[in-house]
């Protein structure tokens, strides 16, 4: 929120009258006024709670970068897999206490495949992504089943 007497960038604001208007000022600034109603916490965590896509694994080089990032994914194959899939499957596997050789068994594929799928250093085929989500029972994707 910028403050209506510094322009600075600040988290809260109050409402401060000062010679008769009213701003929505700093805390350095609001000393100058008469704080009328400062914010309540209950509006600041309402409005923090905007939708957030979840962490993706892997170095983040910013969160605002996330929507290009989704589209170099989108790009390789008809599903839209969700950004973490790699961390799906290893939490997916992890909870049945199935070790990468047991899962690797199950989807007749080798062991250092199912490694690089949990790093994320691999894309599944859309073939391959089915079999993980049926032999998991997770979901992979990031818009399952929806028409535009
Ligand atoms: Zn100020």
């Known amino acids: 929120m ?6 600075k960038d600040v988290e809260r604001t109050s409402r401060t009258r000062i010679e008769g208007s009213v701003l929505l000022l700093c ?19 309402a409005g923090g709670r905007l939708r ?4 993706s694994p892997g170095p983040q080089r910013g969160a605002s ?18 950004p973490d899939w790699g961390r799906r499957i290893r939490s997916a596997r992890e909870s049945r206490r ?25 894309h599944p085929t859309d073939a391959l992504v089915r079999k993980l989500e049926h032999h998991l029972g997770v979901r992979l994707r990031a818009n399952p089943e929806t028409s535009p």
């Open 2 to 7: 910028l403050c209506e007497m510094c322009g």
């Open 27 to 45: 805390s350095n600034c609001s000393r100058f006024g008469v704080v009328l109603d400062p914010p309540p916490a209950a509006v600041v965590a």
């Open 52 to 55: 957030r896509p979840p962490a």
């Open 65 to 82: 970068r996330r929507s290009e990032e989704r589209d170099v994914f989108s790009d390789m194959g008809e599903l839209e897999l969700a």
């Open 98 to 122: 199935w070790t990468p050789d047991d899962l690797a068994k199950r989807l007749n594929e080798k062991r250092s495949l199912v490694l690089k799928l949990e790093s994320g250093n691999f």
